[in-house]
């Protein structure tokens, strides 16, 4: 079974330091990883995506990819008390099909 | 550029009744797939259609049916509703949902509560 790990949290940071969120996958074959970011009781937006080893910025988010290591992160620069939400890791495998991990609460705190 | 749109938002159906939500994709797009979330599961996939044909399907019960029309706006059905069907569900769409390079947007999302 393809499987998508977080750390549930919540990952507690202060205002203007770098939030590090992981994700671990397990199906080798994965071909792209996306980064979403959810507010309670709103649909996920989605952050960002990647599917080549290495980094790739936008604006205060990095995504980073490790494909060796079946390992895929996001950091927030300068995090603000509007980042607080839930992230949530995705593989996509096939087709329009995602396998989620169970997210990552963060909180940024003033 | 319209977003992925989902109808209706809210839902309260009672159990056995049956439910259909609905999706139009971002123009363009032609791959659509749909997804429960809820808080004890997380998000999971549903299944996913393009060009009007099923082409994933996760791990749900048949009460859980879709399809997709020419126009690649989709619908989904539940029947036979049961207290845990409560939950969010999703729509994503996407250009062609094979390449790598492809960008998933989810929609708003329906809340369904069964009582």
């Known amino acids: 079974q393809k499987e998508v790990e977080q750390n549930s949290g919540p990952l507690s940071v202060p205002e203007g330091a770098i939030a590090s969120l992981n994700c671990t996958y397990s199906d080798r074959g994965s071909q792209s990883f996306f980064w979403y970011r959810q507010y309670s009781g709103k649909s996920p937006e989605l952050i960002m995506f990647?599917?080549?080893?290495g980094d790739k910025e936008d604006g205060r988010f990095t995504a980073q990819l490790n494909k060796a290591s079946q390992y895929v992160s996001l950091l927030i620069r300068d995090s603000q008390p509007s980042d607080s939400a839930t992230y949530l890791c995705?593989?996509?495998?096939?087709?329009?099909?995602?396998?989620f991990g169970g997210g990552t609460r963060l909180m940024v705190k003033p | 550029k319209a977003g992925v749109t989902q109808t209706p938002r809210y839902l309260i159906k009672t159990r056995g009744q049956q439910v259909t939500l609905s999706c139009s994709p971002i123009s363009g797009h032609r791959s659509v797939s749909w997804y429960q979330q809820t808080p004890g599961q997380g998000l999971q996939f549903l299944f996913e259609y393009f060009s009007e044909t099923q082409r994933n399907k996760g791990n749900f019960p048949g009460r859980f049916s879709g399809r997709q029309f020419s126009n690649s706006r989709s619908e989904m059905n539940v029947s036979t509703l049961e207290l845990g069907d409560s939950a969010l569900y999703l729509c994503?769409?996407?250009?062609?949902?094979?390449?790598?390079?492809?960008?998933?947007?989810f929609g708003e999302g329906s809340w369904l509560t069964v009582v």
């Open positions: 990647i599917y080549s080893n």
């Open positions: 995705a593989v996509h495998n096939a087709g329009n099909m995602l396998t």
């Open positions: 994503a769409s996407s250009l062609e949902g094979g390449s790598r390079r492809d960008t998933i947007y």
